[in-house]
Nanobody, 118 residues
Framework: VQLVESGGGLVQAGESLRLSCAASGRTFSSYQMTWFRQEPGKEREFVAGINWNGRNPYYADSVKGRFTISRDVAKNMLYLQMNNLRPGDTAVYYC????????????WGRGTQVTVSS
């Protein structure tokens, strides 16, 4: 099973980035697909999630109205559109698949770095 993130980079405050996550090795139709992030020296935090059919997205308060999560179930792809980025969004972003039946059954990607300069 592999989750591979891409799309990170260095941008200025107010700009946008779109992260992608390619999932392979199994069907993730029964998994919640989520994005987490981790800043240096801090714990990983939840960013956004979406259920197996690509509906009912949910977000951390810190990104509501700026980030949009989506998934293409047929292609096993997950996306995170990030608009109006802020320096506080600087972090490594991880794609995470969480089993809806057993939440301790998770798959994590290696992450992609997002850096927002002021």
């Amino acid at each position: 099973v592999q989750l591979v993130e891409s799309g990170g980079g260095l941008v200025q405050a107010g700009e946008s980035l779109r992260l992608s996550c390619a999932a392979s090795g199994r069907t993730f139709s029964s998994y919640q697909m989520t994005w987490f992030r981790q800043e240096p020296g801090k714990e990983r935090e939840f960013v956004a999630g979406i259920n197996w059919n690509g509906r009912n997205p949910y977000y951390a308060d810190s990104v509501k109205g700026r980030f949009t999560i989506s998934r293409d179930v047929a292609k096993n792809m997950l996306y995170l559109q990030m608009n109006n980025l802020r320096p506080g969004d600087t972090a490594v972003y991880y794609c995470v698949a969480i089993d809806t039946i057993r939440s301790d059954n998770q798959y994590w990607g290696r992450g992609t770095q997002v850096t927002v300069s002021s």
